[in-house]
């Protein structure tokens, strides 16, 4: 398993995980291609910025499957360390999320300035409600969260430091 750098050479990556009805089912709904060059340029920027957002490559004959951040969040006047990920639909189900998921705890653990980690899969996505748990995340309530300008209503779940 690798996890590199988000690259421009990613920018396809982005646009079909973010176009798609079913990785985006959960998020509000597929993003249009237009906004696409906005998207990936944040994404960008983010990994200029410190955060982690990294291309999950299960395999180099398998090629990028998805990606998998942590990045630092606010809400509320707080700052916390957030994790999220997406597979390629064609990609899911084989176990390439848990073990970028798994992969991305040890190196935040290893790196020491993360903290407690976050994650907020929608309350109806079973799949990375799943994932949190079988990580060791702690789940603690339903809240209503911000996704680029859209309103989820979600799990809120913890991985304590």
Not at 13 to 24: K, N, Y
Not at 119 to 134: D, E, I, K, Q, Y
Request: proline residues 6%; aromatic residues 8%.
């Amino acid at each position: 398993m690798e996890l590199r750098p988000y690259s421009d050479d990613d920018r396809w990556l982005l646009e079909a995980l973010e176009t798609d009805p079913v990785v985006m089912e959960e998020l509000g709904g597929a993003w249009p291609a237009d906004a696409i060059p906005g998207i990936h340029r944040r994404r960008l920027k983010a990994v200029e910025d410190g955060a982690w957002v990294l291309t999950i490559i299960p395999d180099p004959s398998v090629g990028p499957v998805g990606g998998i951040s942590l990045w630092r969040s606010d809400s509320e006047g707080e700052s916390f360390s957030e994790a999220g990920w997406m597979v390629l639909p064609a990609q899911q189900g084989k176990g390439y999320a848990s073990a970028a998921l798994r992969s991305l705890i040890e190196r935040a653990r290893a790196d020491g300035r993360w903290g407690d980690i976050h994650a907020f899969p929608g309350v109806t996505n079973a799949a990375s409600n799943a994932l949190c748990r079988g990580a060791g995340f702690e789940l603690l309530t339903e809240a209503d969260v911000d996704y680029g300008g859209r309103t989820l209503r979600c799990n809120h779940w913890v991985l304590r430091a």
